[in-house]
């Protein structure tokens, strides 16, 4: 079945930096696009930032532009979110996600990760 799993997050200075990390498996990575969202207490999920096929379109939330980058390796099956300059305003759980057809599924349908929390201490 399809899994999105998420590591990489943690308590940091404001300033610092975290890259967290995102696990595919279940279907055909490399096919579709990825993205991460994060969700503050109180506040609705909102997206940070997506990525292409192949890595070489990407967009970000104007919140993290030049602070937060997303990539992705297709050969491990894993999308990447590095972040600097960490804000305490950044501080939520953050998920990967994607709309995909899982190996032996008929339709796409969205899947989330298990979220990870980060936390920025001012």
């Known amino acids: 079945q399809v899994q999105l799993v998420e590591s990489g997050g943690g308590l940091v200075q404001a300033g610092g930096s975290l890259r967290l990390s995102c696990a595919a498996s279940g279907f055909t990575f490399s096919g579709y696009y990825m993205n991460w969202y994060r969700q503050a207490p109180g506040k609705e999920r909102e997206l940070v930032a997506s990525?292409?096929?192949?890595?070489?379109?990407?967009n970000h939330a104007d919140s993290v532009k030049g602070r937060f980058t997303i990539s992705r390796d297709n050969g491990k099956n894993t999308v990447f979110l590095q972040m600097n300059n960490l804000k305490p305003e950044d501080t939520a759980v953050y998920y990967c996600n994607s709309n995909v057809r899982g190996w032996g599924d008929s339709t796409r349908r969205t899947y989330w990760g298990q979220g990870t929390q980060v936390t920025v201490a001012s």
């Open positions: 990525i292409s096929t192949n890595g070489g379109t990407t």
